[in-house]
């Protein structure tokens, strides 16, 4: 037998490539990223990054309508940008079949929301399947191509940080030696959903999930686990792995597919149990329909809604065992996520903190730049807010005021749902700042291409976006692009540009010092000189973690192992103190 | 035959995710069950990382239940200090001698804590201090810490021998092989 490791994420791209899938399409987000990175292991799927969850799941729609399987991946907040063509795609149904990952992150490990995603499939009508480790996981993701087909309808596959980012061990399968070749076929009763067609399939759409209802009670990915026989709990996903070691003797119903819910199977397994728990992470949504078929069931009053459960947490909620006191600890210093040395995002907020600007902020490496001693982030909501929220808030301050509003996001981020905002901006005459920090490169989760970085997944050269065109094109008549890396030019542009009362776009333009292809020419470390350095501290404003006090000799140092040669720092000290290493 | 469970904790670009890979590796091979676990993202932009490796006969959570914890192995001193309320009575530690100033403490806010070691080794006298940066020197590249360090974990781990070279000739990109073979030796070489 083939076992292997494999992370839940490696394990759903092993499952499309095992269920003949053509097509896979997504954009990166925190946990859900690897999946696509894995894809590309598997050449016989054409596997692609898409701007933005949106087009992704379109992209996966064309392909299914083509007859061709197509994975489409995204983290649970992508669900949100992408859930315009996901509420249709349900009326519609599919050709070939369709399944959409979504990857939530209960504890908030790496996102702005903790929202639940299960309830996307009650929202949209969808059957949504829960792996509860790597071997669901792939097992499961062919299982929901087979659903998607068999009942005409996309499926949802539900992950969870800690399902997608754990490795456990996994059999290996096949590919299908035969694989139905794509083609054309027109059905507008099916395919075009203008409201005379679309009212009949609303009805297909009810009938359908009241057909997969009765279908997954017999199904063995809803399975009875036999305990003691006395206490009973329903669960699924990656809390039934605490369920058994919380309640080892507990019969246990696991849930494989979590929508619609089995309800004969649950009320049968209910009627044996005069104790019963639910025991799921965040909302209550499988106990809130079990309740609604009249079973008393113990769920959020014991376990709490906000958070991630564990294993230890489960124990406390049930039987009110302690947790290992942790207040010892709660008094070491902390050590919060930072940009890296040279990070070119770092210069711009601290001249952005300098000029007291107001700063509208979006999502990416640079929302760091909220951290002290930056501390240059005013806002931040969603991926692409940062320009339509400068634009409101704009609309309601005085002149004085409005000047002192910048939006700053990311090129990917710009790309992704900013480029609608500054087309709002110059239409409705906004007097904002706006500046994109292109670092040629999707950062925050991990390096991935986007259309402006000139490489595709697979590493293939692309077209480069122009951003400064594009924002030409979108009507901003001041568009500058600048070196981060130099200081002066930073703050005389951004002042200048702030002064004006028209819309403006500030275009930083380089790239990620941990992209090698971008970063050949060779920086020497620097070095502090101790008898230059007046122990002024100017250049800790920086927060580069190559920069460390030394309460010794009460000056600076440069860690030479980290440090880049980016040379900010140079330009933040009076005193020539910042000298390079001769290579 | 009862799950072990190991922490291995450290800061965001010391390697951690590898030396986890390899244990793991090392316990499939040995025809265990083994799951682990860590989170990615922003975690890895120089914060505290922290990865679960578990194995035995059959393991369900991947998150070590609180308290249950049998080695924590640890690559940066105070970030062994976050973890060792989840280690248990009698625990072990194998810690890497090395301190990484958390930024507080690079701008001069806060001091770097003292006598850690002294702190550890009270609590739990199982305690492996392990000199990394030094031993890895020794072979020629600072970023073979991660290796040196499984070395010495694996003096106090039930694996064969082999299975821990075959696992890092594996893991490791190829053109460092030998270095890391050598400062495994090198760290499986230290008394424990
Ligand atoms: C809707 C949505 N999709 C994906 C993400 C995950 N995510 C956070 S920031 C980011 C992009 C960051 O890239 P960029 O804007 O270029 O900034 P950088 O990190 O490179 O500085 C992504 C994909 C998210 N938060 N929301």
Redesign the interface.
Same mark, same amino acid.
């Given at each position: 037998m083939n /076992?292997?490791?494999l992370s839940g994420n490696e394990a759903i791209a092993r499952g499309t490539y095992e269920a003949g899938a053509l097509v896979a399409c997504a954009y990166p987000g925190?946990?859900s990223t690897?999946i696509l990175e894995n894809m590309t292991r598997y050449k016989e799927v054409n596997s692609s990054w898409a701007p933005n969850e949106k087009v992704a799941l379109e992209v996966g729609i064309g392909a299914c309508f083509g007859g061709a399987r197509a994975l489409v991946s995204m983290k649970h907040v992508g669900v949100n940008v992408a859930a315009d063509p996901l509420f249709t795609l349900t009326y519609t149904g599919v050709r070939g079949g369709l399944v959409l990952v979504t990857a939530d992150d209960p504890e908030l !490990?790496?996102s702005q929301n903790e929202q639940d995603n299960r309830n996307f499939a009650k929202f949209a009508k969808m059957p949504m399947f829960e792996p509860a480790?790597s071997q669901d996981a792939l097992d499961y993701t062919k299982l929901a191509f087979e659903v998607s087909e068999q009942f005409d309808t996309p499926v949802f596959l539900r992950s969870t940080?800690?399902i997608s !980012?754990?490795?456990?061990?996994v059999t290996l399968g096949a590919r299908p030696d035969h694989i139905p070749t794509p083609s054309l076929e027109r059905n507008p009763a099916k395919l075009v959903m203008l409201p005379g067609n679309a009212r009949k399939r609303h009805y297909d759409v009810e009938e359908r999930i009241l057909k997969l209802e009765e279908w997954g009670c017999s199904q063995s990915f809803n399975r009875v686990e036999k305990g003691k026989g006395e206490v009973g709990v329903i669960t699924a996903g990656v809390s039934y792995?605490?369920v /058994?070691?919380v309640l080892p003797d507990a019969d246990v119903l696991k849930l494989g597919m979590i929508y619609p819910l089995p309800k004969q199977l649950i009320r049968d397994f209910a009627a044996k149990y005069t104790t019963l728990y639910v025991v799921e992470e965040l909302d209550p949504f499988i106990e809130e329909q079990v309740l609604a078929m009249g079973i008393a069931v113990i769920g959020k009053a014991k376990i709490p809604i906000c958070g991630e459960l $564990?294993?230890?947490?489960l124990?406390k909620e049930l039987f009110g065992t302690e947790?290992?006191?942790?207040s010892? $600890?709660l008094k070491? +210093?902390?050590?919060?996520?930072?940009?890296?040395p040279g990070c070119p995002h770092r210069g711009v907020f601290m001249e952005l903190n300098r000029a007291k600007a107001f700063v509208a902020g979006d999502i990416g490496?640079y929302t760091?730049g909220f951290? +002290? +001693?930056l501390s240059a982030m005013d806002t931040c909501v969603c991926m692409g807010a940062s320009i339509g929220n400068a634009t409101g808030i704009s609309k309601v301050l005085s002149e004085e005021d409005q000047r002192k509003v910048v939006a700053v996001i990311g090129d990917s981020t710009f790309l992704h749902t900013g480029i609608n905002g500054l087309m709002d901006m110059v239409y409705n005459n906004s007097t904002a700042t706006v500046i994109i920090l292109d670092n040629r490169i999707t950062a925050?989760?991990?390096r991935q291409e986007n259309p402006a970085s000139g490489y595709t997944l697979d590493n293939n050269p692309a077209f480069r976006v122009d951003l400064e065109q594009l924002c030409r094109a979108v009507g901003v008549k001041h568009v500058r692009s600048i070196d981060p890396y130099n200081i002066a030019l930073t703050r005389k542009t951004l002042r200048e540009e702030m002064a004006r009362p028209e819309v403006s776009v500030i275009i930083t333009t380089r790239p990620c010092v941990l992209v090698p292809r971008d970063n050949l020419e060779r920086r020497p470390s620097l070095y502090v000189d101790h008898d230059a350095c007046t122990g002024c501290?100017a250049c800790?404003r920086l927060?580069c973690?190559a920069?460390?006090?030394d309460?010794t000799s009460q000056k600076s140092n440069i860690d030479k192992?980290i440090c880049v040669g980016c040379k900010v720092c140079q330009q933040t000290c009076g005193f020539n103190a910042f000298k390079e290493i001769e290579a | 035959m009862k799950t072990t469970n190991i922490l291995i904790a450290g800061?965001?670009g010391q390697g951690i995710l590898l030396a986890s890979e390899v244990l793991?590796?090392v316990c499939?091979m040995a025809g265990l069950?083994?799951?682990?676990?860590?989170?990615? %993202?922003?975690?890895?932009?120089?914060?505290?990382v922290v990865s679960h490796v578990r194995y035995g006969e059959k393991?369900?959570?991947?998150?070590? *239940?609180?308290?249950e914890v049998d080695i924590i192995f640890s690559f940066e001193l105070?970030?062994t200090?976050?973890?060792? *309320?989840?280690l248990r009575k009698n625990g072990r530690v194998v810690v890497n001698d090395w301190k990484i100033?958390?930024?507080?403490?690079?701008? %001069?806010k806060?001091?770097? *804590?003292e006598n850690l070691i002294a702190t550890i080794a009270q609590q739990f006298p199982l305690t492996t201090v392990v000199d990394g940066l030094t031993l890895a020197l020794e072979t020629g590249n600072?970023k073979t810490v991660n290796s040196v360090l499984l070395g010495a974990l694996s003096n106090i781990l039930d694996f064969d021998h082999e299975m821990w070279l075959t696992a890092l000739k594996k893991m490791v990109p190829e053109k460092l092989v030998d270095i890391n073979l050598q400062a495994f030796a090198a760290g499986r070489g230290i008394n424990g």
């Open positions: /076992k292997v490791l925190t946990p690897e !490990h790496s480790d940080t800690r !980012h754990s490795k456990s061990v792995q605490y /058994k070691e $564990t294993p230890g947490r124990a947790l290992p006191d942790e010892a $600890t070491l +210093p902390q050590r919060p996520p930072n940009m890296c490496c760091l951290m +002290p +001693p925050m989760t991990g501290k800790l927060g973690p920069i460390a006090w309460e192992i | 800061v965001g793991s590796e499939l069950d083994v799951k682990k676990n860590e989170i990615h %993202g922003m975690s890895q932009r120089g914060g505290s393991v369900y959570s991947s998150i070590i *239940p609180e308290g105070m970030e200090c976050r973890y060792l *309320p989840l100033a958390p930024p507080s403490v690079a701008l %001069g806060q001091s770097y *804590p600072a």
